[in-house]
């Protein structure tokens, strides 16, 4: 089957097109980001993207508002798609979700956790960087035992230059031993991510094959600087809602 993906995040908007092979996996024909300022032309830039017409659904996650939603919605019933919109559940495409109330579990971290074990069998730290960063412990039978969410690198610079009267936006670089204002404010930003991942990396550090999976634009200030097993992986809540979309 071939759909169409969306993932409504907090600061834009990303899509794919994509076909799932049972034996082969998921393979993309198509990707795309979008700022919200643009998402007026949503489906004219889908439209000029040939694989589109192949799509026999959608399948949405949505961290972004109703607005947002109004919009993906009829964008979609102009396309005549019909649309899945994912959401946090006790068990889907092979994860269990221990979650104290799954439906309240964030769409996107459901889908970037089914990503994740369809990506990786093994237990796995998930973590999702963006505005905010959500890290998330999969065991190796597919439970989601819990995670964290604290704001992302950009945001706590933000909160520094907003929130104290003498703190620039900082605009330093990272280093061991910071001697200078604008690089003491990023090396401190930097270092909570990579304590908070490394933390709660921990939980899964002792167990075979485990592994830090990375995902989300704002991952690039601190991934090279994590001192555990990890790998990158593109739009990994999209790779989930391919799952989703096809289960």
């Known amino acids: 089957m071939t759909l169409l993906a969306i993932d409504c995040g907090n600061s834009r908007l990303k899509w794919g097109v994509c076909q799932r092979d049972p034996m082969q996996g998921v393979s993309w024909l198509a990707q795309g980001t979008l700022p919200y300022a643009d998402l007026a032309g949503f489906g004219e830039i889908l439209q000029a993207h040939p694989p589109i017409e192949r799509a026999e659904r959608a399948v949405v996650t949505n961290v972004a508002g109703g607005l947002v939603a109004d919009v993906i919605a009829a964008t979609l019933a102009a396309m005549n798609l019909p649309v899945i919109w994912a959401r946090g559940q006790a068990e889907q495409c092979g994860v269990r979700n221990l979650y104290e109330q799954p439906e309240r579990l964030g769409a996107d971290r459901w889908a970037a956790l089914i990503g994740a074990r369809h990506l990786h069998g093994g237990p796995c730290l998930v973590v999702c960087a963006g505005t905010a960063t959500t890290a998330d412990v999969l065991d190796a039978d597919g439970n989601f035992q819990g995670g964290l969410i604290l704001p992302g690198v950009d945001l706590m610079l933000r909160a520094l230059a907003q929130n104290t009267a003498q703190l620039p936006l900082s605009d330093g670089h990272f280093t061991g031993l910071p001697r200078n204002t604008a690089d003491a ?62 289960a």
């Open 185 to 246: 404010i990023a090396s401190g930003c930097i270092h909570a991510q990579l304590g908070a991942i490394e933390r709660i990396y921990a939980q899964v550090a002792a167990l075979p094959d485990a592994v830090c999976l990375v995902t989300g634009g704002g991952a690039s200030p601190f991934f090279d600087l994590l001192r555990v097993p990890k790998r990158r992986i593109d739009n990994l809540v999209l790779e989930g809602l391919a799952h989703i979309g096809n």
